[in-house]
Each structure stands twice: as structure tokens, then as C-alpha cells.
């Protein structure tokens, strides 16, 4: 399996703009073939311990079965749209990939 976590600074990181980016992720990257696990959600701002990294607004979780299906998923046109769709309002993206 592949997991790809994504963590998200935002411009705009009012809670609406948050909300907004959670349900773009919804709509567009829930679903995806092969996908095994899917969350997002936005950060736990009383979660302040010294190992807690506080530097984003929301996280993407996705746990694919196969790499292939990780690669699948950067290409399809639901993905694309949402990039297109959200990029402007994001100050930093960053992104882990690893296996599991």
C-alpha cells in the first residue's frame, strides 16, 4: 500500500475557507480506484504539545492498495479539477508519500 498525506496552508485560513477546502476534498479526491482508506480534516488547534506540528490549516489522508493506483489518482481529471479549482487560495503544500 501507498499512503499520500498532504498538509495544507491556506491564504484565506478563516474556518470557512477551511470548511471549504474539506469539502472540495470530499468531492473530489474521496473514491479514487484503489483507494483504501480516506480522511480530511482540519488541524486541532488545542493539540499544543511540543512534538505537534502547528504549521496547516487542513490534512488530506488517502491510503492506496497499490502504487499504481496512487499514480492513477495524480492524473485523473477529478484531481486535476480540484488543484485548478483550490490552488489559489494555498500558501503551502506540502506532501508525504510513503509506504505502508
Known sequence: ?????????LKDNTADARQALVDACREHLDGHEGTVFFAVGTRTPDLQREVNDQTFDVALHVIFATRENQDAYQTDPRHLKFIAENRDNWAQVRVFDSDC
Open 1 to 9: 500500500m501507498l499512503s499520500h498525506i498532504v498538509f495544507f496552508n
